[in-house]
């Protein structure tokens, strides 16, 4: 009775004679072998191996306890991590083999659309396959001398051959052993391989497409969900945040240590309250465009209120029209705050979509019908209403003229133009600054001499220029359009199915049917998002991650200052300066300290109110309590505990003022991070996001700052010019790359592919020193994978993802960052140690001869 099926498991992939094959390939081969099955317990651990022969199962492997049984001679190949069993049969163990159905079953419970397989019972053990007969002769003479010359020789032969084969025995056992302890077993490992073996799609050649084969299975089974126009690991992880917040949001027997903690609920609970949203309709936007004076597009407009106008939106509702002003630290003085101002004021996301309007017909038209959909929403009539926002459209289409390419603002060093307030009537002459700033920054004093940083000069002429020759009644529409476009999100569902109508022509987005919860999960987050941070912190943060990641930050350093001593580029001067300005790097991990004492967390807090049920109300009441917390910011200091991102998020960044580097709790967890994986995937996950980051102190932007955070030339012209030159051949790989035939935009994108492939190298580094301490750590089974390859695996696999192609296009036009194949594919293609890894021969895809190299 032929057995005979294969089960391809899910960690089903068998290395033969040197060469990857499946599972199925295998067996059709029947070498030796009919059937292997590897499987895994309800735990997830691996329980056995099991070979048959002709329908019988003839040995097993029992991995759990380390032990091999078999009847019959067998060889074992324990390729790299995969365990192959190749078995001999010789015709005379058939006889003793087993009957198949005397067999009991696995314990299994998660393989349910896998058809069950017998095994060996656990308990039941084979006699081993090397069988010792002692067959004691009788004791007639154990003479020595009553030997003949024949036998005397004989039996010396047949001592050496025992003690030769004890020896290989023995070999064979230490090697057996050495092996079996390479490969770790534990529940964490298990379920870690599955993970990645899921993702991988090894039809592809690692060196022809190393984004394919870390990601193809993922991609193949993940198609862009429903309500989202792009989806990764970072969504993933995202949605566990949330799901993490919505529970602690939602408990109605929550202990609070702080009276902020309850407020974010609170917050919460009035954002979910659809009922009372709906009740009030678009009653709470009408009234507030009233308030401000009205709106041509939907009744009358009676006030030239060009001022007033703009310092009440500004001021009180935190609009940027036409320009931006915010208060950050002085890039030239690093410990005071200080006024900034930006171009800003376009309704789409880059000044492209404006420009280039046969490639963006279709969202320039949904743009359109989008604020047509909100005027007439907010009591506009139809044509009127179009008519209308065709002016406002048109405006913004004059602002997207002036307005200055990203990739032409990269240099700080030449956009940084400290003026004084008196002094902003000569670039902008069309709006009163003073009473403006004393207005945006009540109750703070402003007079002519306090000091502003203009990071668009040259386009706060032009728009002063623009508004001038403006009708008064479109300035006012714009403005007006700023204020609904940022609040109609918080009106009923009629507005929300709108700006659902408009982000799926913008983004490609299918059935924008978001829960509610997780549209006031992420606007907790984003106003709240300290003291929500606070309870998240509690619940999920272990204070023993927060000191693994010091630690993994300090290994990083050093493998970052290691390579700097080998880059030939630089002068002696200047590397020495880097070095400095390397271990001066701060690191914030987790969380501002603030939020864990209730005190200091109220006190930031003290000044917001939320009133249940009004959700409106509540978000208008925290605009304008930020407006207030950003005018006390300007007289003090710039303080390391005030981040720019909240715990929960998935991210992390390098702050050039303050020359720090910040990981939040939301992104120190799996896959980037976890206490029981590899090392190796944490040095790929999260070792690479540190090393990025810390390499941002050193891209075309970060450089330019020196180690107290200040903006200031403390390079040798020789270094500038050779970086120039390191960092062209980066700006030239890049450009080469295309989505959907868009090439990546290479100057743009510059200084996060700089740290992209820093944050690699010094990664890949620093996990080669922690080995060098370390020993080697046990490898995953059944991966096939060195330690060294799962590095590049884990690193990859943080960027699995998938897009829209309108996401995709969007991507390319306004996101810093490359898109995701290319971050893997352009760090690992200029990565030496990736090529020797995989053996990626000269030439090939992934190991092209010129390499680029900045850090
Ligand atoms: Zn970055």
Redesign the pocket.
């Known amino acids: 009775m032929v057995v005979g099926h294969i089960q391809t498991s899910r960690l089903g992939m068998v290395r033969k004679w040197g060469r990857w094959t499946d599972l199925n390939s295998f067996a059709a081969t029947k070498l030796y072998c009919t059937d292997i099955h590897i499987i895994t317990s309800q735990e997830g651990t691996l329980l056995n191996d099991v070979v048959y022969n002709h329908g019988t199962a003839v040995s097993s492997f029992a991995l759990q306890q380390r032990h091999l049984v078999t009847r019959s001679p067998i060889r074992l190949h324990y390729n790299e991590h995969l365990l192959v069993l190749v078995m001999r049969w010789w015709s005379s163990h058939a006889a003793q083999i087993p009957d198949r159905t005397k067999m009991s079953s696995y314990k299994r419970a998660t393989l349910d659309e896998e058809e069950l397989v017998d095994s060996i019972h656990e308990g039941e053990v084979y006699p081993s396959g090397v069988q010792v007969n002692l067959r004691r002769g009788r004791h007639r003479s154990s003479c020595w001398t009553d030997r003949t010359h024949v036998e005397k020789r004989l039996l010396v032969l047949v001592v050496v051959l025992a003690i030769g084969l004890l020896a290989c025995l023995l070999s064979l056992v230490i090697q057996y052993r050495k092996t079996d302890n390479r490969t770790c077993l534990s529940e964490s490992c298990i379920s870690v391989t599955s993970a990645i073996l899921r993702s991988l799609d090894r039809s592809v050649d690692p060196c022809e497409d190393f984004y394919s084969y870390a990601c193809g299975g993922w991609i193949k089974t993940n198609p862009v969900p429903d309500g989202h126009s792009r989806w990764g690991t970072f969504n993933e992880l995202w949605e566990h945040n949330q799901a993490i917040m919505k529970h602690l949001l939602e408990n109605a027997t929550m202990n609070f240590s702080s009276v902020a903690e309850h407020k974010a609920q609170r917050y919460y609970q009035a954002c979910l309250n659809e009922s009372k949203i709906e009740e009030l309709g678009a009653k709470p936007l009408q009234n507030l465009i009233e308030k401000l004076g009205g709106w041509n597009v939907t009744g009358p407009w009676e006030k030239d209120n060009f001022q007033e106008m703009l310092e009440a939106v500004t001021a009180y509702y935190r609009i940027s029209p036409f320009f931006s002003v915010f208060v950050s630290a002085d890039s030239k003085n690093s410990n005071s705050n200080v006024i900034q101002i930006d171009q800003s004021g376009l309704g789409l996301p880059s000044r492209e979509y404006y420009l280039n309007r046969t490639a963006n017909e279709k969202v320039l038209a949904g743009y359109l019908n989008f604020m047509v959909q909100l005027g007439v929403l907010l009591g506009g009539e139809e044509n009127i209403t179009r008519a209308q926002m065709e002016e406002i459209l048109d405006f913004e289409t004059a602002l997207a003229n002036i307005t200055i390419p990203q990739e032409k603002r990269r240099d700080e060093e030449l956009i940084y133009h400290k003026i004084t307030a008196g002094e902003l009537k000569n670039l902008m002459p069309v709006v009163d600054w003073i009473s403006f700033l004393r207005t945006v920054f009540h109750p703070v004093e402003i007079n002519e001499t306090e000091p502003v940083v203009v990071y668009a000069k040259e386009y706060l002429m032009d728009v002063s220029h623009l508004i001038n020759r403006t009708e008064k009644r479109i300035l006012n529409n714009y403005m007006m359009w700023n204020l609904v476009r940022k609040t109609s999100s918080l009106l009923d569902q009629r507005f929300q199915d709108a700006e659902e109508k408009f982000i799926e022509v913008m983004y490609g987005t299918k059935k924008t049917c978001t829960p509610r919860w997780k549209l006031c999960i992420a606007d907790t987050d984003n106003n709240l998002g300290f003291a929500l941070g606070a309870m998240f912190v509690k619940s999920t943060f272990a204070n023993s991650s927060k000191t693994r990641a010091v630690q993994m930050i300090k290994g990083i350093k050093n493998a970052f200052e290691e390579s700097l001593k080998t880059l030939s580029w630089m002068d002696e001067e200047t590397r020495k300066a880097a070095k400095e300005k390397a271990e001066a790097i701060y690191d914030m991990i987790g969380y501002p300290n603030f939020i864990m004492d209730p005190k200091e967390l109220d006190k930031v807090f003290n000044d917001y109110d939320v009133i249940s049920d009004l959700y409106f109300e509540n978000v208008m009441m925290f605009y304008n309590f930020s407006a207030r917390v950003t005018s006390d910011q300007l007289r003090k200091p710039p303080n390391k505990d005030q981040w720019s991102m909240t715990p929960p998020t998935v991210n992390a960044?390098?702050s050039p003022t303050k020359n720090e580097i910040v990981f939040p709790a939301g992104i120190l967890q799996a896959p980037f991070y976890t206490s029981s994986s590899p090392t190796a995937l944490n040095f790929g996950g999260i070792g690479v996001v540190m090393g990025?980051?810390l390499t941002?102190a050193f891209d075309d932007q970060g450089r330019e700052y020196d180690k107290d955070g200040n903006l200031r030339p403390w390079w040798k012209n020789s270094s500038v010019e050779a970086f120039k030159k390191q960092t062209e051949c980066i700006t030239e790989q890049y450009s080469s790359y295309k989505v959907n035939g868009e090439a990546v935009n290479g100057k743009h994108t510059l200084?996060?592919n700089i740290?992209d492939n820093g944050g690699l190298k010094a990664a890949y580094r620093a996990y080669q020193n922690w080995v060098k301490e370390n020993g080697e750590e046990q490898v995953l089974p059944s991966l096939g994978l060195t330690n060294d390859q799962l590095f590049f695996v884990g690193f990859a696999q943080v960027w699995c993802s998938v897009r829209t192609p309108e996401s995709s296009h969007e991507g390319i036009i306004t996101d810093p960052?490359s898109p995701s194949r290319y971050r893997v594919i352009g760090s690992v293609s200029n990565s030496r140690e990736f090529s020797r890894h995989f053996q990626c021969p000269q030439g090939s895809p992934m190991n092209p001869p010129k390499k680029c190299e900045v850090w």
């Open positions: 960044y390098y990025h980051e941002h200084g996060e740290a960052h």
